[in-house]
């Protein structure tokens, strides 16, 4: 791993380019193809000004909405993190999805929305083994059959973890979202706070919780992904 150069010996450009790699986030790969695009079309068209501020522009905007912040999450045992920055919308109690094939139970659920600005990496809610990952596509607009909010488009992430608490992630693709992420497998292991996925422009976070779990956060409250700690498990 590089070293940050000693700043007493360190040169001007040195310090500038550590100061850089400190302050500005690192893009998800997944962004990497935008911001290109992006950087091309500022090159391909750098003799016209409006083409090339244009070009730049949705570069800049694309690595923003793809930054990728390292993520410090809490050493308290049985803790669940959010797997997404955003507003915590709901804290209620629901059923997990239907094609997951389990126990139409009521689990506690604690939802967060995720605004075009906010970061849209996810991560894993706690640490354990992957047991199902299940996508489900969304179904399209009609004139004669509206798409209500169960028909968009989502991927639900089982794990359990190795005291054998399920916690079940749903990634839900909002109305501007066009595509869901999802890195992990049935059969992996992921840490908490591990980035698992991401959803591209705008979305919805899901965190369903073993029965009985009281969530610690409440309706309004900004969450951090992998380190605002939604509920703790018994």
Avoid: K
Avoid at 77 to 90: M, N, R, S, Y
Avoid at 176 to 181: K, T
């Amino acid at each position: 791993m590089a070293r940050p150069p000693d700043l007493e010996t360190a040169t001007t450009s040195q310090r500038l380019l550590n100061l850089v790699r400190t302050t500005v986030p690192p893009v998800h790969p997944a962004g990497l193809p935008f911001v290109a695009a992006g950087l091309s079309v500022a090159l391909a068209g750098h003799r016209y000004r409006w083409v090339r501020r244009g070009g730049l522009a949705v570069a800049g905007a694309c690595a923003g909405f793809f930054r990728h912040p390292p993520r410090v999450p809490p050493s308290t045992v049985g803790a669940v993190v959010a797997p997404a920055d955003g507003t915590v919308c709901l804290v209620d109690t629901a059923a997990p999805p239907p094609e997951l094939g389990l126990a139409d139970t009521a689990l506690p659920r604690v939802s967060i929305f995720l605004s075009l600005f906010d970061v849209h990496v996810q991560r894993a809610p706690v640490s354990g083994e992957v047991l199902a990952v299940h996508h489900r596509p969304g179904r399209f607009y009609s004139a004669e059959r509206p798409v209500a909010s169960t028909d968009n488009e989502r991927t639900s992430l089982v794990l359990r973890t190795p005291e054998g608490a399920q916690v079940i992630a749903v990634q839900i693709a909002g109305l501007l979202a066009r595509r869901i992420v999802c890195e992990a497998r049935s059969g992996d292991t992921v840490a908490i706070g591990d980035t698992y996925g991401l959803i591209r422009f705008g979305s919805r976070l899901d965190t369903y919780l073993p029965a009985g779990t009281e969530p610690t956060v409440r309706v309004g409250q900004r969450a951090v992904g992998g380190e605002t700690v939604l509920a703790e498990l018994a």
